[in-house]
């Protein structure tokens, strides 16, 4: 809110939290409503948000956080969509989670995204908590209702909703490999069991890792069963001409590397590789894959899909579609 007589222009420009006021000069007016703009040059947007004090405000809580390429999806998803919500970043650092929630209340945001390193921490700070997010042990997007914070998450959704677009792939009676056994995982065993796939392995260096998911999981969903595969060479050698779908839920290939055990070639021709890792060129796993013509995607159509899903918990519509997956790619340029 603006009290008193101001002039000038008034842009906040979205780098992290910083916000610049120009100098107005010797003129002294009120402003106009085409003064209060926000401009998002750093998100690559090519319009201008108009802020007025019936605009709503959704963000994300990371750290870091200013690499995150929520904010360009979402604030095109809500221009396109002629919501008047605008989508910011904040960063929040360790210890500071608890302080932050409450000023969602206190400064009535309507829901915010969270991600690193605050998806397992900010589970007490918040009044509810979705099944599913207490299944997978995750909350990314939190939504206030008067005040009341719900938690859910949206990665499972998004991941189903890559598999299928990205890659025409429907779990149910499939066999799938899982590289890992961390929150990806686990958002990824929670969606594959409840579309009914018929077999889930998860291979991991840690086998107790596995071991504690694979009778976790087992209990919830008794129609999939559920392997605990030993990274092993030859013992995932002879794994893989049985399965349909290979997905690396570590960030292994975020900086280039590559997942030496798995031997690709072993894989049907028909079989499918998914990274949930995402890069401008691909990732080295999806890279190979390709090499070999196997069918691949990397984490870009999850991303959007999760974000797809957040953006439906808080406005209540569906935001246009392929929207936020092609704003992706034009933050790639």
């Not at 007016?29 to 703009?37: A, Q, S, T, W, Y």
């Not at 400064?107 to 207490?134: C, S, Y």
């Not at 080295?284 to 013509?293: E, S, W």
């Amino acid at each position: 809110m603006i009290a008193g007589k101001t002039s000038g222009k008034l842009q906040a420009k979205t780098h992290g939290s910083r916000f610049k006021v120009q100098n107005p000069g010797p003129e002294t007016r009120d402003p106009r409503p085409e003064d209060l703009i926000l401009k998002t040059h750093n998100l690559k947007l090519k319009t201008d948000f108009m802020i007025s004090g019936r605009t709503r405000i959704l963000g994300i809580f990371g750290d870091p956080v200013a690499h995150s390429l929520s904010p360009a999806m979402q604030n095109e998803a809500l221009r396109q969509a002629g919501i008047d919500m605008v989508y910011v970043p904040f960063r929040v650092r360790r210890g500071e989670l608890g302080a932050a929630v409450g000023a969602v209340r206190a400064l009535d945001l309507l829901g915010v995204n969270v991600t690193i390193p605050h998806k397992e921490e900010i589970f007490p700070f918040l009044d509810e908590i979705d099944l599913e997010a207490r299944l997978i042990g995750a909350v990314n997007t939190v939504i206030n209702r008067q005040g009341k914070l719900i938690g859910f998450n949206t990665d499972a959704v998004g991941f189903l909703h890559s598999l299928r677009e990205d890659l025409a792939f429907d779990p149910a009676g499939k066999r799938i490999l899982l590289i890992g056994a961390g929150g990806a995982c686990r958002a990824a065993l929670a969606v594959l069991g409840r579309e009914g796939a018929a077999w889930i392995g998860t291979a991991n260096r840690t086998l107790s890792r596995s071991e504690k998911l694979a009778k976790e999981f087992g209990t919830i969903f008794p129609g999939t069963a559920f392997a605990v595969i030993d990274q092993d060479e030859n013992f995932l050698g002879s794994i893989l001409p049985t399965v349909d779908l290979v997905v690396n839920t570590t960030s292994l290939g975020l900086k280039g590397e590559t997942l030496e055990f798995l031997d690709l070639e072993r894989l049907p021709a028909g079989a499918g590789v998914y990274d949930m890792v995402y890069a401008r060129n691909g990732t080295p796993l999806t890279r190979a894959a390709a090499d070999l013509g196997l069918r691949t995607a990397d984490g870009k159509g999850m991303l959007a899909g999760q974000g797809e899903e957040s953006f439906f918990l808080w406005t209540g519509e569906k935001p246009p579609p392929g929207v936020m997956k092609r704003q992706l790619g034009k933050n790639e340029r």
